[in-house]
């Protein structure tokens, strides 16, 4: 039991209900949340005004702020790869939350043009690390004919009878090099200006596209320098919500490039991949657990503002309800985002069913959060003078963003089953 002498005010920290933070934890959130407030909301504004053509053009401010984010050290890959999994576990949240906070399409380009340095950093090779580790890429998956499909690599979600589609882009695999042909779907963030790619595509290695007597394809992941001759890339996409984060279509034409860049193939590439999809679906929990939250704030603070009835309408109980429903879901989301970086960061993850679950809770639950916080602004939150318009649109995006929801959770439905007949001794 507790004993209360007087009840006090609640003490609540940027995250809400938030428990001790360490030294160390409260001076990165505080450094992120600066850099959140003062860089990313300003340059994010400005950016969802522009078309996409004068986003990625030259003296864009997305230039300014990818420089400054560099500049900060506050995704430093050397320094963020030396944490212990522990600190891995409550740093990441802390970091992608805050930068979600300040604007989703930046944050989703920092991290998704990081993913081809990320990546190489992981092989431990030198030369791989030289040649890739330290320029800003893009993360290649959906094509124009393959899109929330990619996820099912392991084509356990293949209709019966059916086989996998090889998508647009091929690879095969000719002596000591790969050789690349089609096109990405416009959806590749980072696309327009990335200078290397990390893809996990079909390959064939000389004996077909697809594994024999099986409807899955054989696969190649390969990092792919974007200054090879063949490579060339279509307009800019201009779409409803996460504006300041340029996605475009990227073709290739004969591409060429050596064994070395494959780093994983055959199942070691459908593991990689997953194990990428794993990261950026937990990373999407915290990252829009972030908008959320940004949603929430918009809406307490007008809440105490806005005049209607002679009052505050925070003073309404309709509209005090609908605060406190924001309240919960927030937090909900905060929740199961945490315990998803704790489990897989732990001794039993990493595992893509406990990403898929918090990525598709958070990201629902965001919507859901900024169409409701939107609704107590009235007329004024569809107007662009008031900023909860974008976040709705940032937050429907990211419920098809890395891979699309429905997709997602049939793959942490499949494994749910599987461990279950696992664990019974059945099979159905």
């Known amino acids: ?39 990313m909301r300003p340059i994010g504004k400005k950016l969802d005004a522009m078309s996409p053509e004068e986003v990625i053009a030259e003296g864009s401010p997305l230039h300014d ?27 990441f949240p ?4 805050e930068l979600g906070w300040g604007d989703s399409g930046l944050a989703i380009a920092t991290l998704a ?4 340095a990320f990546t190489a950093h992981t092989t431990g090779d030198p030369e791989i690390i030289e040649r890739f580790g330290s320029l800003p ?61 990390m893809a996990y595509l079909p390959c064939d290695y000389g004996e077909g596209t ?18 090879q001759p063949g490579v060339s890339r279509g307009k800019p996409l201009d779409k409803i919500g996460q504006r300041p984060l340029p996605q475009g279509e990227i073709f290739f034409d004969n591409v060429r490039i050596p064994e070395k860049f ?15 999809l794993t990261f950026a679906n937990m990373e999407m929990a915290a990252t829009f657990t972030g908008v959320a939250r940004a949603a929430f704030e918009h809406a307490l603070e007008y809440v105490h503002e806005r005049k209607q009835g002679g009052t505050a309408i925070i003073n309404h109980q309709s509209v005090q309800t609908r605060i406190f429903s924001l309240w919960q879901k ?66 429907r995006a990211a419920m098809i963003e890395d891979g699309e929801n429905t997709i997602l959770g049939l793959k942490g439905v499949t494994w749910l089953s599987c461990w279950y007949q696992d664990k019974a001794g059945i099979s159905v």
């Open 330 to 395: 927030v937090e909900a989301a905060r929740a199961l985002s945490h315990r998803v970086f704790s489990y897989n960061y732990s001794a039993h993850g990493p595992h893509l069913l406990a990403s898929v679950t918090s990525k598709t809770f958070v990201t629902d639950t965001t919507f859901q959060v900024a169409s409701d916080a939107l609704q107590l602004f009235g007329g004024n939150g569809l107007t662009k003078e008031y900023p909860m318009e974008k976040l709705m649109r940032d937050a």
């Open 262 to 276: 494959a780093i994983a193939t055959g199942e070691k590439a459908i593991g990689q991949m997953m194990a990428t």
């Open 113 to 116: 043009s990081a993913i081809p």
């Open 210 to 227: 697809f594994k024999e007597g099986t409807q899955g394809l054989n696969w190649v992941g390969v990092l792919i320098p974007l200054d």
């Open 1 to 39: 039991m507790f004993a209360f002498e007087k009840v006090e005010l609640p003490v609540l920290g940027l995250r809400g209900l938030e428990a001790d933070l360490s030294e160390e934890e409260r001076a990165i959130q505080e450094n992120v949340h600066r850099f959140a407030r003062d860089v």
């Open 65 to 91: 702020y990818m420089a400054q984010m560099y500049a900060s050290g506050i995704l430093d890959l050397g320094a963020l790869d030396s944490m212990s999994d522990l600190e891995k576990s409550r740093i």
């Open 94 to 97: 802390i970091i992608f939350e």
């Open 137 to 197: 890429g893009c993360w290649l998956a959906t094509q124009p004919d393959k899109g929330s499909e990619v996820v099912d690599m392991d084509a356990s979600n293949v209709h019966p009878g059916g086989q996998q589609n090889k998508g647009n882009i091929g690879v095969r695999k000719e002596g000591n090099e790969y050789v690349i042909n089609g096109q990405s779907s416009a959806w590749v963030s980072y696309g327009p200006l990335a200078q290397t790619a």
